[in-house]
């Protein structure tokens, strides 16, 4: 629509004991474990405040989702009909963008131990975000 | 690190009487108003699905944004020492997603009215997700 520009840079990585999507909780509740988040030097003072204890919001480019799925079964009701992504957390989307909620255990330096993290290793990391309770959470 | 794409492909745009980010409220409990997001024809059936009363979560591009900045003042403290963008919710940083949890007032077909959203108009879309209430709202 203009000259906007819509790439995004990474800012860290997921380092996760899950290496593959089939092996993944589906939900961080479902058996998530512990992950740190890399995040790369360019970017590590935007992590100043961040402490243990935190709730943050982790964006995450789920980079072995399909961007060409615009239709998928709800969870477990296979044999229901198809619903749109969008009415969905599915990782199949135009923009796989994943968005996940951790706590904070640990700070160091520019790296963050946190739990839990269905995401695979190697998972690059687009934003990082503090929680607002009132909104958050409405 | 590979040969992913990073490139966001908007799904659609904020349809709002927010015309500037100056008038619009830093964040959505604080008087926002509501709004109609239009989604594109080519990803529009990725909204099946989403009924009023749904919670969802608006991911957008907050195109007005400065990527260059990792540190800002605190909300109502500016007094304060500066602290990191990931620690905060501010507009600036180096992926400027912004994250909208809203409510559907009004479905009509691909568009959906919402509120309450501080996005701008002509913010662009960039997914819309269900709300899993025992993550999101942990």
Do not use: C
């Amino acid at each position: 629509m203009n000259e906007t520009d819509y790439t995004i840079e990474p800012i860290g990585v997921i380092r996760s004991p899950l290496t593959s999507r089939k092996e993944a909780p589906r939900q961080a509740d479902e058996g998530a474990p512990e992950a740190w988040l890399e995040v790369f030097d360019a970017v590590a003072e935007g992590l100043d405040g961040i402490e243990v204890g935190d709730e943050i919001l982790v964006l995450t480019w789920l980079h072995h989702g399909r961007r060409d799925v615009l239709k998928v079964h709800p969870r477990s009701r296979v044999e229901a009909s198809l619903i749109g992504v969008f009415a969905t957390r599915s990782p199949d989307r135009p923009n796989p963008v994943g968005l996940h909620r951790v706590s904070v255990l640990e700070v160091a330096g520019q790296r963050l131990r946190v739990a839990a993290m269905e995401a695979v290793d190697g998972t690059p990391i687009v934003d990082i975000k503090a929680v607002l309770r009132n909104i958050d959470e409405r």
